[in-house]
């Protein structure tokens, strides 16, 4: 009997090709680090042809055809005599478990070098420090098969009283992170080695919601007239643009439009290197440039040094770093001014608050703020708005009451009571779809 259902797969969490064929009565999926390319689809099929065809003559050779494969010591010793194809016996001393399953650290190596180009290079040290610090130390030499609920479990336990920032143990959320690459090393392991993973039914742990803390328009004004010279225009354009520290300190002349008068947000600095990607897909994005974005543009431009690419620059001509930045410069101006102690983060919730103060519709602040929807403006910001306002649903409950009320004089004056440019503002932010609606039901109750 010939290979049964052989194919060239590709694997949707990475994008890579891997071959799906039968081999003495074993499913086997070999990984490749190759992405899915036509070309590299076509290179696999010929390979998989060769290996068919082999196979049927009796002559395949697995460690010589895939000699770092977990499988090449199993079949070593090749199918039983006269076998062929997918019915065929293997003789091997150990269990099929015990023979492809290979040491946590061996496998987590190889998951690193298949992941890392899909990642950018902030991310890909951050999951190789918890890999050296936490994960290899506490799994490395066990067979991935031996790895059980139970350990996972215990794991977490021991994460809980390591020492975490100022003095305290590690909080849920680094837990968190730090299980989710342990989460993702096991479950592709059962996956290519066919073994029940260790992580099933564990839930992440709770993390407390953390709220934003924007700055008023009044502390703004403060922090720009009391900051260093040579940074006020940097975070001029952080509070009233909303863009990331990486993304701002990562910003170039090359990706400042004068003439169309936009930041084009395209790459990021994260630990003194550019990074190869953003964020996400959605922020990638044009940002229109308010006057007071302008103006510090324009002074920047007016010192601009020939051979530095960057808009914010250190005396050296390197990208401004994030830590030094927050050390010497941030958080010593907030205790000068008597303010809470906030990370520079909180400029980029400022300008979403004040934008969705001053009535911005929220698509547009969500494609400035480089979200894919308006979901999180409304869940992390919204709470800020009516105090910003000083509308507080007022505008729209006059709005409501006027058109459906009966029309008693008791009725008239307090409608008439309703302040009126509440109401206009109101109306002008309805979006169109919502306003139609309302017209139509006080139509239908007049």
Not at 31 to 37: G, I, K, N
Not at 69 to 77: D, G, K, N, Q, V
Not at 347 to 369: C, D, F, K, S, Y
Request: proline fraction near 6%; include cysteine; glycine fraction near 6%.
């Amino acid at each position: 009997m010939g290979l049964l259902v052989a194919k060239v797969r590709v694997r949707p969490e990475t994008g890579t090709l891997y071959l799906d064929f039968f081999y003495a009565g074993v499913r086997c999926r070999e990984q490749t680090a190759l992405p899915d390319t036509a070309e590299n689809r076509r290179r696999l099929q010929t390979l998989l042809s060769r290996i068919e065809r082999e196979i049927k003559q009796g002559s395949f050779d697995y460690a010589a055809t895939f000699p770092s494969s977990p499988r090449a010591e199993r079949f070593a010793t090749g199918p039983e005599p006269g076998a062929r194809g997918h019915g065929a016996a293997v003789r091997h001393p150990l269990s099929s478990l015990e023979r492809s399953s290979p040491t946590f650290t061996e496998f987590a190596e190889q998951w690193f070098l298949e992941m890392s180009p899909q990642w950018r290079s902030s991310h890909r040290q951050g999951v190789r420090e918890v890999l050296d610090r936490n994960l290899l130390l506490s799994f490395g030499a066990r067979p991935l098969h031996e790895i059980t609920k139970a350990d996972v479990l215990a794991f977490r336990a021991d994460l809980a009283k390591l020492p975490g920032r100022k003095g305290a143990t590690l909080g849920s959320g680094r837990i968190n992170k730090i299980l989710c690459f342990l989460r993702q090393i096991l479950n592709e392991a059962a996956d290519r080695f066919e073994f029940t993973p260790a992580f099933r039914a564990i839930k992440p742990l709770k993390q407390k919601r953390t709220d934003v803390q924007p700055f008023s328009m009044d502390e703004v004004q403060r922090i720009l007239a009391a900051v260093r010279a040579d940074y006020r225009d940097y975070l001029t354009v952080r509070f009233f643009t909303g863009m990331r520290t990486g993304e701002i300190n990562g910003l170039k002349w090359k990706n400042i439009d004068l003439e169309r008068n936009l930041i084009l947000v395209r790459e990021s600095v994260a630990n003194g290197e550019e990074s190869d990607g953003l964020k996400t897909e959605s922020s990638h994005r044009d940002i229109a440039m308010p006057p007071m974005v302008r103006q510090a543009i324009d002074n920047r431009a007016r010192e601009r040094r020939p051979d530095c690419p960057w808009v914010f620059a250190t005396k050296e001509g390197n990208p401004i770093d994030a830590h030094n930045f927050c050390n010497r410069i941030w958080y010593p101006l907030l205790r000068y001014l008597g303010l809470d102690s906030r990370r520079p983060y909180q400029t980029r919730h400022t300008a979403a608050t004040l934008m969705l103060a001053a009535g911005e519709n929220p698509e547009w602040i969500a494609q400035v703020m480089g979200h894919s929807t308006t979901a999180m403006l409304f869940k992390v910001y919204s709470r800020f708005v009516p105090n910003l306002t000083r509308q507080d649903g007022q505008a729209f409950a006059g709005l409501v009451h006027s058109r459906l009320a009966p029309k008693t004089e008791a009725a008239v004056v307090s409608a008439n009571d309703v302040d009126s440019a509440a109401v206009l503002a109101e109306l002008r932010n309805l979006p169109l779809e919502r306003l139609a609606e309302l017209l139509a039901l006080a139509r239908s109750a007049n």
